[in-house]
């Protein structure tokens, strides 16, 4: 068989074994990212009145979690790209396991900070880790369906926080539920036993010389440098248009309608399972009519929607219209796998994965201070308004920066 015939024929195979648990670990180890940012938006009012920390505390230990994750973004990416995506997908778990278990031994504010910081380190490495994993793993008419699964990875994790934190909170509180934490070391013990590396990483592994900083091969020429400014562009839009409105959407619909807290928190959780669907539909979407396509449909209908949702009123209206504005606002994250995987070698794909997305993230972290300083200047709707506005630079950037690479082999 000729290497094209070898190619075609084992990505019309059906996945393996090896395959769907590099998918279930990759999918877990996110899950775990959403779980934890949730409980611990739950839990602080009850570890400030226990700690006597400040308001400025308190809201540190949400901001230094999300520093650590970026920072273990792009150190745990490179770590992947030189000993590979299972061996260091193993570490990060463990890391973020040992140090959330350690959060409930915390005496003050100091120690509490330090062992959160470090939980963040490791849940900073997983996304990328886990994309690239799996990119290598699945053939590549299924690259961006599986993807995005990994991206919805992220709202499990939030929705079992959602349903589990109020009911464990009451009874074993903030220690114990920092506790709980611990339990995913248990899973880092049945990813390095059960899944195994991907043969493209091991085979690229064996026939490479000498290797270049991970980090380098981002800017290798002016096309990979071009795209690597687009993908920044698109994950730093997308975060932002999602904290920006996660962060804030409880407090417009209480105090510019006048919801209960109950009803705010339903009407929100409504939108979150829209994010959830449009993910799902992201993935469909790429592998069929390719990337660029996908991205592009998403980035106009957020544009359309969150313009909308501004200028919506009635309750009915307004739960509908937030489902749908959520398929479309976070429904990229279903795409990010796929598209990173397809344009950076495998000697950079978990590096490329990690540091584009996390750059995102840090820009994303500006988005409930944009909205916020918008919202008490002007009103929600105009900061609404703006946030529609920025998803017209993500069109820009596809159009111009982006490559179409699907059903590309993988370098």
């Known amino acids: 068989m000729t290497s094209v015939s070898r190619s075609a024929a084992a990505d019309s ?12 670990a990759s999918v877990l180890g996110y899950a775990m990212d959403g779980f934890d940012l949730l ?57 973020f396991a040992v140090f959330t278990g350690m959060c409930a031994l915390a005496q003050g504010y100091g120690d509490l900070l330090i062992y959160r910081t470090i939980a963040g380190i490791g849940l900073g490495g997983e996304f990328g880790i886990g994309m690239a994993l799996v990119a290598e793993a699945w053939p590549a008419r299924m690259r961006a369906r599986v993807s995005s699964y990994v991206g919805l990875g992220w709202q499990l994790g939030v929705l079992a926080a959602a349903l589990i934190t109020p009911l464990l909170l009451p009874l074993i509180g903030w220690r114990g539920m920092f506790a709980v934490g611990l339990l995913p070391a248990v ?14 990483f091991t085979q690229r592994r064996a026939a490479a010389g000498r290797r270049d900083i991970p980090l380098k ?59 959830a669907l449009g993910i799902w539909l992201f993935g469909l979407a790429a592998d069929r009519f390719g ?22 009123t009635s309750p009915a209206a307004l739960l509908v219209g937030g489902a749908v504005m959520g398929v479309f606002v976070n429904g990229m994250l279903g795409g990010y796998g796929a598209l990173i995987s397809e344009i950076y070698p495998t000697e950079a794909r978990a590096t490329a994965q990690n540091v584009l997305f996390n750059i995102g993230r840090a820009v994303g972290g500006l988005g409930p201070v944009a909205v916020g300083a918008l919202a008490a200047r002007y009103s929600f709707a105009v900061a609404l308004a703006f946030l529609a506005s920025i998803y017209l630079l993500d069109v820009v950037a596809t159009l111009f920066l982006i490559p179409e690479k699907r059903g590309a082999e993988l370098d």
């Open 39 to 95: 409980i611990l938006g739950f839990m602080l009012p009850a570890i400030a009145a226990d700690l006597h920390l400040t308001p400025a505390q308190s809201g540190a230990l949400v901001t230094w979690t999300l520093a650590g994750a970026v920072a273990g973004g792009v150190v745990f990416g490179m770590l992947s790209d030189a000993f590979g995506r299972v061996r260091v997908l193993t570490w990060t778990i463990l890391v």
């Open 13 to 24: 195979a059906p996945p393996s074994r090896h395959a769907l648990q590099a998918l279930l």
């Open 217 to 275: 091969r981002l800017f290798d020429d002016a096309r990979t440098a071009r795209a690597s400014l687009g993908v920044i562009i698109l994950c730093s839009v997308q975060n932002f248009g999602y904290y920006g409105l996660m962060i804030w959407l409880p407090t417009y619909l209480s105090k510019t309608f006048g919801y209960s807290l109950t009803k705010s928190g339903l009407w929100t959780a409504v939108t979150v399972l829209g994010m």
């Open 291 to 312: 990337r660029k396509p996908a991205f592009l449909v998403y980035q106009f209908g957020a544009v359309a929607m969150v313009f909308v949702y501004s200028n919506l």
């Open 187 to 200: 899973a880092s013990f049945f990813v390095r036993r059960r899944v195994a590396e991907p043969a493209l």
